[in-house]
Nanobody, 114 residues
């Protein structure tokens, strides 16, 4: 089983990023997918969630209106589009697959700074 995040980096405040998480080794289309983030010295926070078929999404209040989670079950990939990035969005972003088991990726760093 693998979850490989990509797309992180350094971005200026107000900028955008699209994170990707490529999955393999399990039946992706049957798993709920989530994005979490963890800033230094803080607990891991759920950012967004998408149902297995993609028809239902939920967002943390802190990113609502600025983030969009989506998935492509044909490509075994989940995405997180983040717009209007703020310095407080700086964190390591992790994808999580939740189904019969829970799987985690290794994370991708997002730094929002001028």
């Amino acid at each position: 089983v693998q979850l490989v995040e990509s797309g992180g980096g350094l971005v200026q405040p107000g900028g955008s990023l699209r994170l990707s998480c490529a999955a393999s080794g399990f039946t992706f289309s049957t798993f709920v997918m989530k994005w979490y983030r963890q800033a230094p010295g803080k607990e891991r926070e759920l950012v967004a969630r998408i149902s297995s078929a993609g028809g239902s999404t939920n967002y943390a209040d802190s990113v609502k209106g600025r983030a969009t989670i989506s998935r492509d079950n044909a490509k075994n990939t989940v995405y997180l589009q983040m717009n209007g990035l703020k310095p407080e969005d700086t964190a390591v972003y992790y994808c999580n697959a939740l189904g019969s088991r829970s799987y985690w990726g290794q994370g991708t760093q997002v730094t929002v700074s001028s």
